[in-house]
């Protein structure tokens, strides 16, 4: 990913897209207490930090939320893994997540930003998302599911 890292503070908060700040382990931690996270490997979470721009929150050097944004850096961003540990949480630091990740430099001027959210609906709908359009079907291949074929050579 060919992103630029940024740094912005709240207090004693530190929140930074650089890579180079993350401890994996204490990602996939966080991750694995998530309803979504559970089954995450190691070597998978790699490529997706790689290819991701990644924001973590920081108090002192405790990760205390994580965030992606998956994107080609021009017309389209999807918002994953998502989460702000339990002890953390009702602090606005979601909020302030999400409202960097909105800002960032690089993710502006997209045609759109999506995210599927099981339980934080509110805190997004704060933030201008909405629903998708009634028109557009979600759809999704899954490798190994019903009907899916491995592609001809």
Known sequence: M???PIEVRRGALRL???RQHLDHAAVLALLRTTYWGGSLSPEALARALQNSICFAVFDGPTLIAFGRAVTDLATYAYWTDVVVAEAHRRRGIG???SETMLAHPQLQGLRRVSLLTRDAAPLYAKLGF???AGSL???EYREGGPGSQTPAA
Do not use: E, F, R
């Open 137 to 139: 079907t979600y759809m």
């Open 16 to 18: 930074s897209t650089d």
């Open 95 to 97: 909020t302030w997540l």
């Open 130 to 132: 909405t629903p998708s």
């Open 2 to 4: 060919q992103d630029v």
